[in-house]
């Protein structure tokens, strides 16, 4: 069964770090884009970061660059976002999805077509 599952969220105090994991089974996530979204209730899920399949290639969103870092482990078919500095404003269900795409990655893509069933982070003031 194709699947991908986050985890590594949770409730941090604004200014804290968290490291979220996005782990494959079922099939190698090598030569998948992966991206990471994030979505609050009532709100557009927005595009957070990406990494290309390669690796070589990042995006991030305005209201994360120089707070969140991207980085993948294939031998351990595991990709990672690391949050530093985290607002309040940062709360909200994270989530990753693969889109085929070796070279580059957008977090504007529509191309993302398997997604995770995201892990909750709270950051509080």
């Known amino acids: 069964q194709v699947q991908l599952v986050e985890s590594g969220g949770g409730l941090v105090q604004s200014g804290g770090s968290l490291r979220l994991s996005c782990g494959a089974s079922?099939?190698?996530?090598?030569?998948?884009?992966i991206g990471w979204f994030r979505q609050v209730p009532g709100k557009e899920r927005e595009g957070v970061s990406c990494?290309?399949?390669?690796?070589?290639?990042?995006d991030f969103a305005d209201s994360v660059k120089g707070r969140f870092t991207i980085s993948r482990d294939n031998a351990r078919n595991t990709v990672y976002l690391q949050m530093s500095s985290l607002k309040p404003e940062d709360t909200a269900v994270y989530y990753c999805?693969?889109?085929?795409?070796?070279?580059?990655?957008?977090?504007?893509?529509?191309?993302?077509?398997?997604w995770g069933q995201g892990t909750q982070v709270t950051v509080s003031s």
């Open positions: 990494i290309s399949g390669s690796g070589g290639s990042t």
């Open positions: 079922g099939f190698s996530l090598a030569g998948y884009a």
């Open positions: 999805a693969t889109e085929r795409r070796r070279w580059a990655c957008s977090i504007f893509s529509h191309n993302y077509d398997t």
